[in-house]
T-cell receptor, first 113, second 112 residues
Framework: DAGVIQSPRHEVTEMGQEVTLRCKPISGHDYLFWYRQTMMRGLELLIYFNNNVPIDDSGMPEDRFSAKMPNASFSTLKIQPSEPRDSAVYFC???????????FGQGTRLTVV | GENVEQHPSTLSVQEGDSAVIKCTYSDSASNYFPWYKQELGKRPQLIIDIRSNVGEKKDQRIAVTLNKTAKHFSLHITETQPEDSAVYFCAASGGSARQLTFGSGTQLTVLP
């Protein structure tokens, strides 16, 4: 397996634009997590899914953020409209079951200007 | 929910010396404690983990200890090498929340 795959690797967008980040988890993994990493706040969990169902989205900053997992092999994180304070590295991670190693994707570095 | 505190935020050691990073957690029901290493511009990767039924685990130069009573766990790296320089994150899970809660990270620098 190629591991968790995220796209794009880098995204630069203007304030107010819609941004969509994509993630393909490791095949067979039941859990998928979206994290945001910044210098100020470290690694923050935004939302996680179990068997494609969103379980906890309490970390989603506000209504501008939404996430979906239409099937076991694909998830998206959307920001609409984007703001400069959304600039960060967004990581997707997956794990086989709960309470085990989470495998991280390479991340998407988002810059909103 | 779970709260994980990590210290120190930065640590510099001479090559060959040992490094110790400490974390405390708040949820006494947490039972899984992994440590991740993140090199500059890379993804976090698991280096070692421990479960609550074990007090210590060792893998070559890396060891983790867990004190459930005090709710703290530590990462020990012996004979440090320049390639150990990275940010290290502790995490906890298994309590009221199923997701990993991460500490704030420790920037380890190994000086040659």
């Amino acid at each position: 397996d190629a591991g968790v795959i995220q796209s794009p690797r880098h995204e630069v967008t203007e304030m107010g634009q819609e941004v969509t980040l994509r993630c393909k988890p490791i095949s067979g993994h039941d859990y998928l997590f979206w994290y945001r990493q910044t210098m100020m706040r470290g690694l923050e969990l935004l939302i996680y899914f179990n068997n494609n169902v969103p379980i906890d989205d309490s970390g989603m900053p506000e209504d501008r953020f939404s996430a979906k997992m239409p099937n076991a092999s694909f998830s998206t994180l959307k920001i609409q409209p984007s703001e400069p304070r959304d600039s960060a590295v967004y990581f997707c991670a997956s794990s086989l079951v709960w309470n085990t190693e989470a495998f991280f994707g390479q991340g998407t570095r988002l810059t909103v200007v | 929910g779970e709260n994980v505190e990590q210290h120190p935020s930065t640590l510099s050691v001479q090559e060959g010396d040992s490094a110790v990073i400490k974390c405390t957690y708040s949820d006494s029901a947490s039972n899984y404690f992994p440590w991740y290493k993140q090199e500059l511009g890379k993804r976090p990767q698991l280096i070692i983990d421990i479960r609550s039924n074990v007090g210590e685990k060792k893998d070559q130069r890396i060891a983790v200890t867990l004190n459930k009573t005090a709710k703290h766990f530590s990462l020990h790296i012996t004979e440090t090498q320049p390639e150990d320089s990275a940010v290290y994150f502790c995490a906890a899970s298994g309590g009221s929340a199923r997701q990993l809660t991460f500490g704030s990270g420790t920037q380890l620098t190994v000086l040659p």
